[in-house]
């Protein structure tokens, strides 16, 4: 997987959006592959015009019941989790998330300070148990960002 940079995702995304996940939700479809809907509820819009309170990412696989179908560069996502989201809408005006796990950043919030910092597979601090950690140090890219900056990047880029 080859590692986009900030703008570029930001040029490519058709939205931009910080808030939190409310809701997964798996299904089948007609052919009963597995997809999963994420509900996020809508903190801010970066990029891309407003489309209520909430918008609603479909991706390919999940888990139902027994069923497990999922890909190691689909984002992975969590209710309660922050989250800023570079996406597109396909044909259906479905939110897809950008890059796959690229075009999500992880939000962490320091409790003593409330200061907030994102991650992603390439960009921001790697978690301590991620074995990309190393790749990302020799990269040059093991350093802290933060939302604040994120954002600005996005504005910038998206001018």
């Known amino acids: 997987q080859v590692s986009l940079s900030i703008e570029t995702l930001a040029a490519k995304a058709e939205a931009v959006v910080h808030g939190k996940v409310v809701r997964l939700s798996c299904q089948r479809d007609d052919q009963g592959r597995l997809f999963t809907m994420v509900q996020l509820k809508v903190v801010e819009q970066v990029k891309g015009r407003q489309r209520g309170g909430m918008l609603t990412i479909v991706q390919g696989g999940g888990v139902l019941g027994r ?45 003593e300070t409330g200061s907030a910092t994102v991650r992603n597979p390439f960009h921001g601090l790697a978690k301590r148990d991620d074995p990309r950690a190393v790749v990302k140090r020799a990269l040059g890219q093991a350093k802290p960002l933060t939302l604040a900056e994120l954002k600005r990047r996005v504005r910038r880029a998206a001018k």
């Open 67 to 111: 069923r497990i179908a999922r890909s190691p560069l689909q984002p992975r996502y969590r209710v309660g989790g922050e989250v800023v989201l570079f996406v597109v809408f396909n044909s259906r005006d479905e939110a897809v998330t950008l890059g796959l796990n690229q075009g999500k950043f992880d939000v962490a919030r320091q409790s």
